[in-house]
């Protein structure tokens, strides 16, 4: 749901409006979690906060899957569009489809914005993820498609297959648009200088934890990144969890980044999506 951004206004070099030579200061955005940002250049609109799916999360489990359930996960989401959020994040490895599929029995598909993520290396392997994964999340077309916690800075030559099938969905509708995330600071190098990324998934936090690298070498990179025009979307904000003592310190330095679009933190329940709805907001 779209939601109209609070700009705050101020004077200065004088006392009232009327006054002459009363200047007006420059407009200062405050960013809301809840804000519509048009993402990389297939301009896909979506929340600034995606709800994440798969904190913890490997052979297809997570902490969201395991201590939420089905419906229980389906419930969160749904809050979540009730107030203001429209992007979904998943990923094969998390086991959070079926449970986005329950929440979309509520919420119109149209509404939202899901992006997954594969392993596939070979064309003949994302061809059957992309059958497996439009089943599992009961839509016809996904959003986003990422290539899956990529380490090899040679990745563009290891998953040349992948990448040229997810080249044909993007241009048949099928996938809206695709990209990587990256788990080196090898391959988030490579996917700086690769076209064929659109989007990426980088790891971003002051206290490097779970970090590629230091947030300055991180944080240069994302800045190439931007400066291709290619989408950044930040992840382990708060660490994995590590860093949740710590939430308004990591969420006033993600926000504060011109090279980071947009994040995904995973809450396990509602009480804590509002009050990471009400922080964003406080710490812009």
């Not at 979540?80 to 449970?99: E, R």
């Not at 999340?137 to 990529?150: F, P, Q």
């Not at 563009?156 to 996938?175: C, D, H, Q, T, Y």
């Not at 989408?231 to 330095?253: A, N, S």
Request: hydrophobic content about 40%; aromatic content about 4%.
């Amino acid at each position: 749901m779209k939601r109209r951004q609070f700009i705050k206004t101020g004077l200065f070099a004088g006392g009232a409006l009327a006054t002459a030579g009363t200047a007006l200061a420059a407009p200062q955005t405050v960013k809301k979690a809840t804000d519509i940002i048009t993402l990389g250049p297939d301009k896909i609109k979506l929340t600034r906060l995606a709800m994440g799916t798969g904190t913890k999360g490997s052979r297809s489990s997570s902490n969201q899957t395991r201590q939420l359930g089905l419906q229980g996960l389906a419930d969160l989401l749904e809050f979540g569009v009730d107030h203001g959020l429209n992007f979904f994040d998943t990923a094969d490895a998390y086991g959070s489809h079926p449970h986005i599929k329950e929440a979309l029995k509520r919420v119109a598909r149209e509404k939202v914005v899901i992006m997954t993520k594969t392993r596939s290396r070979t064309a003949e392997a994302m061809r059957a993820d992309l059958d497996r994964f439009r089943q599992e999340l009961g839509t016809d077309y996904l959003d986003m498609v990422l290539l899956h916690g990529e380490m090899n800075p040679n990745w563009p030559e290891l998953r040349a297959g992948a990448m040229e099938v997810l080249s044909e969905a993007r241009e048949k509708g099928i996938v809206r648009t695709h990209g990587i995330s990256c788990h080196s600071i090898g391959a988030l190098r490579t996917a700086a200088k690769t076209d064929w990324v659109k989007v990426d998934l980088a790891r971003i936090n002051p206290a490097k934890i779970m970090m590629d690298a230091d947030p300055p070498t991180v944080i240069s990179v994302l800045g190439e990144m931007k400066a291709a025009g290619k989408g950044v979307i930040g992840m382990k904000i708060f660490g994995e969890g590590r860093l949740r003592d710590r939430p308004d310190e990591m969420l006033k330095h993600v926000l504060s980044l011109d090279c980071v679009d947009c994040f995904t933190i995973g809450a396990e329940s509602k009480e804590e999506l509002a009050d990471l709805l009400k922080r964003i907001h406080a710490n812009a």
